[in-house]
T-cell receptor, first 110, second 114 residues
Framework: NAGVTQTPKFQVLKTGQSMTLQCAQD?????MYWYRQDPGMGLRLIYY???????DKGEVPNGYNVSRLNKREFSLRLESAAPSQTSVYFC?????????FGSGTRLTVV | QKEVEQNSGPLSVPEGAIASLNCTYSDRGSQSFFWYRQYSGKSPELIMF????GDKEDGRFTAQLNRASQYISLLIRDSKLSDSATYLCAVHNAGGTSYGKLTFGQGTILTVHP
């Protein structure tokens, strides 16, 4: 069992470029989440999906879109990347005893 | 006021000592509380969660919850060099739903030195 898998692990984008961060879980969890982590700020919720077919904004949704493709997959899209989106992005899925996180995507926008 | 605030670090303790990490939260409706450990460059990993007032012990770790004071703490006994990491406090509020949201504090860096 892989748990939560994120791709890619590293990415460098130029300002204005677009990209999609992929996330998949094999634990049959209903709820999935995207967080970003910046130095000294903990993890901040970008978007979440309570179940297949539903998505909702979190604390910092501006500049992002998401798609819950099916129960397994939850993708995060940056339509026009900005330097302020340089961060580490974590996908998570919810279990009864807490959240399981993917290994993260380190994104740099230059 | 931030929803979840952790005591400012970094915290440095000698090997074998007790490390005490603290956290306060603002939403009285929060249902469950979590401590995650995060090594540099890695993803957060769950150490403990607690739902009820009082203490919960798991090996060298003890989580404490005081709902009246909206306060959570994590005690690490017999600290080891491998405990050096960032510790994240997180608060879960279901908001009447079946899923809810997890809100994190900013993290406290713990260094255990020989």
């Amino acid at each position: 069992n892989a748990g939560v898998t994120q791709t890619p692990k590293f990415q460098v984008l130029k300002t204005g470029q677009s990209m999609t961060l992929q996330c998949a879980q094999d634990m049959n969890h209903n709820s999935m989440y995207w967080y970003r982590q910046d130095p000294g700020m903990g993890l901040r919720l970008i978007y979440y999906s309570a179940s297949e077919g539903t998505t909702d904004k979190g604390e910092v949704p501006n500049g992002y879109n998401v798609s819950r493709l099916n129960k397994r997959e939850f993708s995060l899209r940056l339509e026009s990347a900005a330097p302020s989106q340089t961060s580490v992005y974590f996908c998570a899925s919810k279990q009864s005893g807490g959240y399981t996180f993917g290994s993260g995507t380190r994104l740099t926008v230059v | 006021q931030k929803e979840v605030e952790q005591n400012s670090g970094p915290l440095s303790v000698p090997e074998g000592a007790i490390a005490s990490l603290n956290c306060t939260y603002s939403d009285r409706g929060s249902q469950s509380f979590f401590w995650y450990r995060q090594y540099s460059g890695k993803s957060p990993e769950l150490i403990m969660f607690i739902y009820s007032n009082g203490d919960k012990e798991d090996g060298r770790f003890t989580a404490q919850l005081n709902r009246a004071s909206q306060y959570i703490s994590l005690l690490i006994r017999d600290s080891k060099l491998s405990d050096s990491a960032t510790y994240l406090c997180a608060v879960h509020n279901a908001g009447g739903t079946s899923y809810g949201k997890l809100t994190f504090g900013q993290g406290t860096i713990l260094t255990v030195h020989p």
